[in-house]
């Protein structure tokens, strides 16, 4: 019983075991809370963080158009880093509670429709300046104005008005939405001076690191804020550097070589050869990320909705699951949403390989004629690999694709958001109303499959009012069969976020959020010597 509650309590500190699950398991053997905390704590101080040293990651999704305005961050790489110079008002964690940072508590109005979060005193930012509740109302007033072209736009068009009252911010929303602090952990909403309203891309926040080296798709770097209000807990390195190194190839040689520590986005048919290389440990864990194959619905030939239905049957997905993610992965059903996610629609058919219903949509859509696929080794890992495989199975429905295999430079500014069908994924968002907010509803920014359905908006602003959870539910369920039958999402598996860590890196914690541990391993890890 020790040695099993004290590989559990490692697994505590080591994020991979909420403290909660842990005091249940301990009172399940018989142990009382207090010795139980004992050794939470005796765990802790034996893998306290070292400080000091220079941390690096290698990682892919870096473009030469990336910015320091939180409000345009498209991929991985301005991601990593913004949550290393930048500080948000609330973050998820691990286990999916909120875990409060500037704003140090939240609360609402009975009816949802307003609410008031509080500032926290003391927090400063990178030029000395004070983080106040102007900031904030600054900020949130940028990223909800259309002229701002704010990837989170579509999540904040529901605010009414926004007023700084002491230190508490005051939220009046239009409408009634339950998940308003889930919202504001979107990565988009780093806290900037003055809501970054002059400068948007000065890249000064209020996070451990200050920018040092910012150079666009080539590397990024900071150094240790001294005044970080959570230096005690996070930001052990002196220095962070990222790394842009977008093929695959070269990410695992920088590992491997030492030349970074840690590396993002492996394949997963390079998992087992990296875990025979001492030293190396694989950070995998189940997500909501999915890839996708998206195509635009309101551009020919895919606004014909029999043609969408027939590339859709003719997705393979048993054969994407066991060929692409060597089973790192569960299958999709062309909707963004997996069973991670809380009140997920259960009990919707799942849509399988059928051929022969392919080439009957594709014969009643009336098309003739090669269909274009682009697709990158950036798209996601195995996305060439994948979208060849998609190419033979759709040549069974009678279905012929072209696959175009776009530079990985550039792929995300220059064919995501632009071009009819492509390849790529998404991270998934904490809550269902987020997700479809970001990526489907019509006003969004990131609308990325062009869908505009009046019935589906009309359902997500009737969800976010609901505290019934069975009524929600049921109304989720409602807009994913849309989705799943109107929309241009193709989704054929939920991968699992796997990431490596070389010798000497400790802290990792991982997140069923995002890649990179919610994009927190640079500030959370350290190096041992």
Not at 361 to 386: E, N, W
Request: net charge negative; charged share 25%; proline share 5%.
């Amino acid at each position: 019983m020790s040695h099993e509650l004290d590989y559990l309590s490692h697994r505590v500190v080591a994020g991979g075991l909420s403290r909660r699950e842990f005091l249940g398991r301990a009172m399940a053997l018989g142990v009382s809370a207090a010795f139980a905390n004992s050794l939470l704590a005796g765990a802790a101080k034996a893998q306290a963080p070292r400080k000091g040293g220079f941390l690096k990651a290698g990682v892919d999704g870096g473009a030469a158009t990336d910015s320091l305005d939180p409000g345009s961050f498209p991929a991985s790489v301005p991601i990593l880093f913004g949550k290393c110079w930048g500080e948000l008002l609330m973050e998820m964690t691990p286990d999916g509670d909120i875990e409060y940072r500037i704003a140090e508590e939240i609360g609402s109005s009975k009816d949802a429709k307003i609410w008031t979060m509080k500032i926290r005193k003391g927090i400063q930012f990178h030029n000395g300046k004070e983080v106040t509740s102007q900031d904030v109302v600054a900020t949130l007033e940028r990223h909800s104005d259309e002229k701002s072209k704010s990837a989170a736009l579509g999540l904040m068009k529901g605010i009414e008005s926004l007023k700084a009252d002491g230190r508490d911010v005051v939220v009046t929303l239009k409408e009634p939405n339950v998940d308003l602090p889930y919202l504001m952990t979107d990565y988009h909403l780093i806290i900037q001076p003055d809501g970054g309203k002059d400068n948007p891309a000065a890249g000064i926040g209020a996070g451990p690191y200050k920018v040092t080296v910012n150079e666009p798709g080539v590397r990024h770097g900071g150094e240790k804020f001294k005044d970080y209000w959570q230096g005690d807990k996070l930001g052990h390195a002196d220095q962070i550097e990222i790394i842009v190194i977008n093929d695959a190839t070269a990410r695992i040689a920088a590992l491997q070589s030492n030349q970074v520590h840690i590396i993002n986005s492996l394949g997963p048919k390079v998992v087992d050869l990296l875990k025979n290389i001492p030293g190396v440990t694989i950070q995998n864990v189940a997500g909501r990320s999915y890839a996708y194959f998206n195509m635009f619905c309101d551009t020919a030939p895919f606004d014909n909705n029999d043609l969408r239905m027939a590339l859709k049957l003719a997705m393979d997905r048993e054969e994407m699951l066991d060929k692409i993610l060597r089973g790192y992965g569960t299958i999709g059903n062309d909707f963004p949403i997996n069973a991670s996610y809380q009140l997920f629609p259960e009990g919707i058919e799942q849509r399988a390989f059928d051929p022969d219903k392919a080439k009957f949509h594709y014969q009643k859509s009336g098309h003739s004629g090669p269909i274009l696929l682009r697709t990158s080794d950036s798209a996601f890992p195995g996305a060439v690999d994948a979208a060849q495989l998609y190419q033979q199975s759709c040549a069974k429905a009678g279905i012929t694709v072209e696959v175009k295999r776009e530079p990985s430079d550039g792929y995300w500014s220059e064919v995501w958001l632009k071009q009819p069908f492509s390849t790529g994924a998404w991270n998934g968002r904490p809550t269902q109303d987020q997700m479809y907010s970001t990526a489907y509803l019509s006003t969004a920014a990131w609308n990325d499959t062009h869908f505009f359905n009046e019935k589906f908006d009309k359902l997500l602003i009737e969800a976010r009012a609901e505290f019934d959870q069975d009524k929600r539910k049921n109304l989720y369920r409602e807009m994913a069969i849309i989705v799943r039958d109107q929309g241009g999402t193709i989704a054929p598996t939920f991968n699992q976020h796997i990431d490596a860590t070389g010798p000497g890196v400790k802290g990792f914690v991982k997140s069923s959020m995002r890649e990179l541990g919610n994009d927190y391993a640079l500030v959370q890890c350290w190096l041992e010597a």
